[in-house]
C-alpha cells in the first residue's frame, strides 16, 4: 500500500488540507473534522483503494483504513506538514445538533489516550491470572508491574487535561497543572476513605472533598471552565502585565472553582450514572447485554458506544469492573468476526473473500470496523444475523452475570480481562457467551445472510454483460485520450532524470518533468484545483476526464515553508488549460540551494491503460508533453 499517494488522494478528497480543523484516529478509521462536509467527496473515498467505507457521526467525517490506519495517519501527518486547520479560508460552518457535538467531543479526547488506557487494563488481567496460577501478590515483582496498570487510571484526569486542551484549544501546561492539584497527595491526604464524600474550607467558604483520581467528568468540567475563563483573563487584563498576572488568576480562579463547585459536582455525577447503570445490571442482570449485543454494530457506526466510555472507566475505578457495555460487547465482537468468515467462505468473488477472512479474523480478536463497514454493514441480512447473534450472545452474559475488569476492546487477545478475583467463573461464562455468538451467526449467515451477497454477486454479473452489450460493435477497442499541456516555457525531461527517487522511480505515478524557463506555472488540463499545498510549492489538480494531475515545483522545496511561492488559485476553483496557477521566484528557489526542476504527476495512473511522454527538449507552455489513454 502507497501511503503517502493515498493521504495525498484523502486530503484532497476531504476538500483540501484547509478545510481540515482536526485529525485523529482510533484502531481502524481516521477521524477528519472538518470546517465544511460538504466539501468532502464520500463517493469517491469509498472508490478509493485501501478505504474500506465512510461514516459520518458526532460531528466527525470518518475514513475507516483498518488495522493499518496508524500507517495513513502518519502519511497525512506528513502530506500535511503540521498545518491542520492552518490554511484556506473558513467554510461555512454547519449547525451542529447537541448529541453530536457531544459525542465528537467524547471522541476526541478519548481516542488518543484508549492505547494507555487499554495497556494497563490488560497488564492488571495478566496480574490477576498470574496470581490465580501462583504468583505471590506481595513480592516486589508484582509491585511493579502493579503500579504500571494501575498509574494511566489513577492519573486518567491528567490524560484527559492533555486531550482535553487540545480539543479546546486551551494551554495544555495549565491544563495539566491544575488536574494535578486533584490528584496531588496533600489534597489526597485529606480524604479518608475514596469515593465519599468529606468537607473542609477555603477563604472560609466549604469544600466539600471527593476523590478525584480516575475520575471523568471534574476534569472535562474543569476544562471547559479554563477556556472561559482564560478566555476573559485574556481579554481584559493590559498587555504590558499579561505575562505576570494572567496565568497566576487563572489558575487561581479555575482551581478553586473546580474544587468548591465544578469538581463535587463532576464527582456526584460521574459516580451516581455508574452506580444507576450498575445497578440496572444487578436488577436486570439479562436486559444491558442483550441490547448492548444486538446494537452495538449499529452504535459503532454512528459513533455512539464512544458517549458509554466515561461511565464504563468510573465503574472500574469505583467498584473495579463494569457490567455496562463489554460483556454485551464481546460476543457482539465475534459475531461480527463469524458473519465475516462466514461471508468469506461462501463468496465467489476473490477481492470479497480475501477482506472478509481477513477482516474476520481481525473481529475476533477485537476490531471490528474493517468487517463492519467492508462486509456486514454492505448486506442487509448479513447485518440483521450479526444484530441477532450478538443478542444471544449478550443473553447468556446476563443472565450468568459476566463482568469485565479492565477497560478493553473485547476480542480473543482481551479475554484476560474477564479474569477476576474469584477464580475462571466470570471468563469461562464469557467464552460461552462467545461460542453462543460464534454458532448462531455462522449458521444463520451461511444458511440465511449469504443470499444478499449472491443476490449481488449475480447482479454485478449482469450488469458487467448488459453494459457489454449495449456498447456498439464499431466502438470496441476504441480509445479515449487526453494530452496534458506543458505548464511552462522550459525543457521537458523524463521523470527517471528528476534528482529524487520518489518521481524517478514513478512511485506517485507516471509522467514527465520541466526544467522551467520562466516563472509562471500554468494549467496543463481543463478541471477543477483538487488541492493546493500549505507551503504552496505543489498543486493537485481534477481534469474534467478524471486525470489526477500533481505539480510539483522544485525538489524538496516543501522546506522553504511557502516562501518564493504566489498561488494565483484556491482548491474548488474551476481552471481551463493554459490559466495561472502560481508564480515562483525561481532565482531566489535557486539561492536557497534548491533546484527549480518540476515534475508533472498522474496521480491515479494505475486507472489508465497508458500514460506516455509524448515530447522531449524544449516547449512553449500549452505543448502537449503527456498523453494518457
Not at 448462531?440 to 453494459?467: C, M, N, P, R, S
Request: include cysteine; charge should be negative.
Amino acid at each position: 500500500m502507497d501511503f503517502e499517494k493515498l493521504a495525498e488522494t484523502l486530503v484532497s478528497l476531504v476538500g483540501g488540507a484547509g478545510n481540515i480543523s482536526n485529525l485523529t484516529h482510533c484502531a481502524a478509521r481516521l477521524r477528519f473534522t472538518l470546517k465544511d462536509e460538504s466539501k468532502a467527496d464520500e463517493e469517491q473515498i469509498k472508490k478509493t483503494k485501501g478505504v474500506l467505507g465512510v461514516a459520518r457521526s458526532g460531528g466527525q467525517f470518518q475514513i475507516i483504513i483498518g488495522q493499518r490506519v496508524p500507517d495513513a495517519y502518519k502519511a497525512i501527518e506528513k502530506h500535511l506538514g503540521g498545518a491542520i486547520g492552518e490554511t484556506g479560508e473558513e467554510g461555512p460552518k454547519e449547525k451542529k445538533k447537541v448529541s453530536e457535538v457531544i459525542f465528537d467531543f467524547v471522541a476526541s479526547i478519548f481516542t488518543p489516550i484508549l492505547p494507555a488506557i487499554i495497556g494497563a487494563g490488560l497488564i492488571k488481567s495478566f496480574l490477576s491470572l498470574a496470581v490465580l496460577l501462583g504468583m505471590d501478590a506481595e513480592g516486589s515483582t508484582y509491585l511493579f508491574i502493579n503500579v504500571l496498570g494501575d498509574a494511566p487510571l489513577y492519573f486518567l484526569p491528567l490524560l484527559l487535561a492533555v486531550t482535553c486542551s487540545k480539543k479546546l484549544g486551551t494551554n495544555t501546561f495549565l491544563n495539566v497543572a491544575l488536574a494535578g492539584a486533584l490528584v496531588h497527595p496533600n489534597y489526597t491526604a485529606l480524604l479518608t476513605d475514596a469515593f465519599n464524600i468529606h468537607f473542609s474550607s477555603a477563604f472560609g467558604i466549604p469544600v466539600t472533598l471527593a476523590t478525584y483520581s480516575s475520575t471523568v467528568i471534574p476534569v472535562i468540567l474543569m476544562s471547559i471552565a479554563l477556556k472561559y475563563i482564560d478566555g476573559f483573563f485574556d481579554k481584559v487584563i493590559p498587555k504590558i502585565v499579561k505575562f505576570f498576572f494572567k496565568s497566576v488568576l487563572t489558575l487561581l480562579a479555575v482551581g478553586m472553582l473546580t474544587f468548591i463547585v465544578l469538581g463535587p459536582i463532576g464527582f456526584v455525577v460521574g459516580v451516581g450514572i455508574s452506580t444507576a447503570l450498575n445497578t440496572l445490571s444487578t436488577h436486570v442482570g439479562w436486559l444491558v447485554p442483550v441490547i448492548i449485543g444486538g446494537v452495538f454494530p449499529l452504535m459503532v457506526t454512528t459513533g455512539m458506544h464512544y458517549g458509554i466510555v466515561p461511565f464504563m472507566l468510573q465503574s472500574i475505578a469505583s467498584v473495579g469492573y463494569e457490567q455496562i457495555c463489554c460483556p454485551g460487547n464481546l460476543p457482539s465482537n465475534i459475531a461480527q468476526g463469524a458473519a465475516s468468515l462466514a461471508v468469506g467462505f461462501r463468496t465467489k468473488k476473490s477481492e470479497l473473500k480475501q477482506l472478509a477472512l481477513t477482516s474476520g479474523v481481525t473481529a475476533l480478536l477485537g476490531t471490528t470496523e474493517p468487517a463492519l463497514f467492508g462486509v456486514t454493514l454492505r448486506y442487509k441480512k448479513v447485518l440483521s444475523c450479526v444484530m441477532i447473534g450478538g443478542a444471544a450472545g449478550g443473553l447468556y452474559a446476563g443472565i450468568t452475570g459476566v463482568k469485565c475488569f479492565s477497560f478493553c476492546s473485547p476480542g480473543l487477545l482481551a479475554l484476560v480481562a474477564f479474569i477476576g478475583p474469584d477464580g475462571f467463573t466470570n471468563i469461562i461464562n464469557a467464552c460461552i457467551s462467545m461460542v453462543i455468538a460464534f454458532i448462531v451467526i455462522f449458521v444463520l449467515v451461511w444458511l440465511y445472510g449469504y443470499q444478499d451477497v449472491a443476490k449481488q454477486e449475480t447482479e454485478g454479473k449482469a450488469e458487467e454483460v448488459e453494459t457489454a452489450a449495449e456498447i456498439p460493435a464499431d466502438h470496441h477497442g476504441a480509445e479515449e485520450k487526453e494530452e496534458i499541456v506543458s505548464i511552462a516555457d522550459g525543457n521537458i525531461i523524463p521523470l527517471s532524470e528528476v534528482p529524487d527517487p520518489t518521481f524517478a522511480g514513478e512511485i506517485l505515478g507516471k509522467g514527465a518533468a520541466v526544467q522551467l524557463e520562466s516563472d509562471e506555472i500554468y494549467s496543463p488540463v481543463d478541471g477543477t484545483v483538487a488541492s493546493v499545498f500549505p507551503t504552496k510549492h505543489a498543486i493537485g489538480l481534477l481534469s474534467d476526464d478524471g486525470v489526477e494531475v500533481l505539480i510539483h515545483v522544485g525538489i524538496d522545496t516543501v522546506q522553504l515553508e511557502g516562501r518564493h511561492y504566489d498561488v494565483k488559485v484556491e482548491a474548488g476553483q474551476k481552471v481551463k488549460k493554459g490559466d495561472l496557477l502560481l508564480v515562483c521566484d525561481r532565482e531566489a528557489i535557486e539561492k536557497e540551494g534548491y533546484q527549480t526542476v518540476t515534475p508533472i504527476i498522474i496521480s491515479n495512473t494505475a486507472d489508465f491503460d497508458e500514460v506516455q511522454q509524448i515530447e522531449n527538449g524544449k516547449v512553449k507552455k500549452g505543448t502537449p508533453v503527456i498523453r494518457v489513454k
